[in-house]
């Protein structure tokens, strides 16, 4: 883990990580599964980060937000996002799969740095809808989002299937 840096002089800068930054975005994962009470849940590896954020297929961007001071830069947090598509808008979106901050870092206005970016990117590539989820119990987040004008979807709930349960409705396809 990395040791934390003095707050005063803290230079904060955004930017698009690189394949280079994969190390550092898994552990910012793997530390976001622990705070959701999730540790042994990913499964993720570096190589599967570097084949879907930087490969020929790339599925998801990402923003990694650095505190510099002097001549010291680290890793404060990220965010991970993709394109959907809204059939009953007909353009694309934005889904945020993941916002993490660590918590020597927190209340430095990085979380809302690296929502305000992705809402950015949204705006500029023309998409109306920025959308991402979050934990009925995580109150913090909750109250952090509202004040930044996000609404809680009471109507809608996600629907998942995965594993065993993917595997047999794939075989039900004709």
Same mark, same amino acid.
């Given at each position: 883990?990395? =040791?934390?840096?003095?707050?005063?002089? =803290?230079?904060?800068?955004?930017?698009?990580?690189?394949? !280079?930054?994969?190390?550092?975005?898994?552990e910012?994962?793997?530390?976001? !599964?622990?705070?959701?009470?999730?540790?042994? /849940?990913? +499964?993720?590896?570096? /190589?599967?980060?570097?084949?879907?954020?930087?490969?020929?297929?790339?599925?998801?961007?990402?923003?990694?937000?650095?505190?510099?001071?002097?001549?010291?830069?680290?890793?404060?947090?990220?965010?991970?996002?993709?394109?959907?598509?809204?059939?009953?808008?007909?353009?694309?979106g934005?889904? +945020?799969?993941?916002?993490y901050?660590?918590?020597?870092?927190?209340?430095?206005?990085?979380?809302?740095?690296?929502?305000?970016?992705?809402?950015?990117?949204?705006?500029?590539?023309?998409?109306?809808?920025?959308?991402?989820?979050?934990? =009925?119990?995580?109150?913090?987040?909750? =109250?952090?989002?509202?004040?930044?004008?996000?609404?809680?979807?009471?109507?809608?709930?996600?629907?998942?299937?995965?594993?065993? /349960?993917? !595997? /047999?409705?794939?075989?039900?396809?004709?």
């Open positions: 883990m990395t =040791d934390p840096l003095p707050n005063r002089n =803290d230079e904060l800068n955004l930017r698009a990580t690189t394949s !280079a930054d994969v190390s550092q975005i898994l910012f994962i793997r530390e976001l !599964a622990t705070y959701e009470r999730e540790p042994d /849940a990913v +499964l993720a590896t570096e /190589a599967d980060l570097l084949r879907d954020g930087f490969g020929p297929n790339k599925r998801f961007d990402c923003v990694i937000a650095e505190l510099t001071n002097a001549d010291r830069t680290i890793a404060a947090g990220f965010a991970l996002y993709f394109y959907n598509y809204s059939t009953w808008r007909g353009h694309a934005i889904y +945020l799969e993941d916002l901050v660590s918590p020597e870092h927190r209340g430095k206005g990085i979380g809302k740095a690296l929502l305000t970016r992705v809402a950015a990117i949204a705006v500029s590539e023309g998409c109306p809808r920025f959308e991402w989820s979050v934990l =009925d119990w995580n109150t913090p987040s909750i =109250d952090f989002y509202k004040q930044l004008g996000a609404v809680m979807k009471s109507e809608w709930k996600g629907m998942q299937v995965s594993g065993e /349960a993917l !595997a /047999a409705l794939a075989t039900q396809s004709k």
